[in-house]
C-alpha cells in the first residue's frame, strides 16, 4: 500500500490517520507532508496493529484540538505519554477522570498549593487548563503500553519541535515551561528575546526535592500579568461532588 500524504491529515498502513486540529494546519500542515512524518503515521498504525499503544488512537492530537494555536499563552512541555492502562489522553501530565492521579502531577499539585495556595482537587483532568490556553504538549506523542520512551526516535521529536517553534514565532509572548534536563534541551527552539521561558526540577518523584519551592505557577501568572493577559486559574474543578 502506497502512503497518501496531504496537508493536515496522513494516512498509513492500515488505514490509521493522523489529522491535525483545524487551528494548527496553516501553521503544522507542511510539516505532516514531509517523509518522516509519513514514516512516522505508518510506524503508529503498525504498532497499533500489533500492540495496545498509548494514547488511544485517535487522541494524539489531544493537547493541540483542546487549546488552538491562536489561544495558546503557556507550554508545558513533558516527555513522555503515561504507560499504564487508562491514564494517557494526549495531553502531559492529565489524565482522564476517574484515574488516580500519577506521582508527577501530585507533586505538581502539592506545589500549586504550596505557591498559590490552591488544594489539590479529587483528581488529574487538567482540560481547565488547557482551555484557557495551556498546551500540555509532550515531546513524544504515543507509547507501547508499560513501556517507557518505546516511541522515541521514531519521528514524533521532530514534530512536536515544530511545534515549540510554530509556537514561538507567534507575534504574542507565550511562557514556556521547560522541566527536567529533556525538557530544557529545547530552549533553543524558543525565542527567549520574545517570550518568557521557566525553568525548574522536573516534578517526577526522583527530582521533586529540587521541584518543591521553585514557584513555577506564580511565575507564569507573573509573566502573564507583564505581557497584559489574564493569568492562568490553576484550580482543577473537583468532579465529586459535596
Known sequence: MTDTVEAGVV???AGAGLELPESWREVLGAETEKPYFAELAAFVAAERAQHQVFPPKGQEFSALEATPYEKVRVLV???DPYHDDGQAHGMSFSVLPGTKTPPSLRNIFKELDADLGVPAPDNGYLMHWAEQG???LNAVLTVR???ANSH???GWEKFTDAVIKAVSAREEPVVFVLWGNYAKKKLPLIDTEK???VQGAHP???SAKLFFGSRPFSQINDALSGFGVEP???????LKQG
Request: charged residues 20%; glycine residues 8%; proline residues 7%.
Open 11 to 13: 494516512e498509513a498502513g
Open 77 to 79: 512541555l513533558g516527555q
Open 134 to 136: 495551556v498546551l500540555l
Open 145 to 147: 503500553a508499560h513501556e
Open 152 to 154: 522515541k526516535a521514531k
Open 195 to 197: 517570550h518568557v521561558v
Open 204 to 206: 517526577s518523584p526522583l
Open 232 to 238: 492562568i486559574d490553576w484550580q482543577v474543578p473537583n
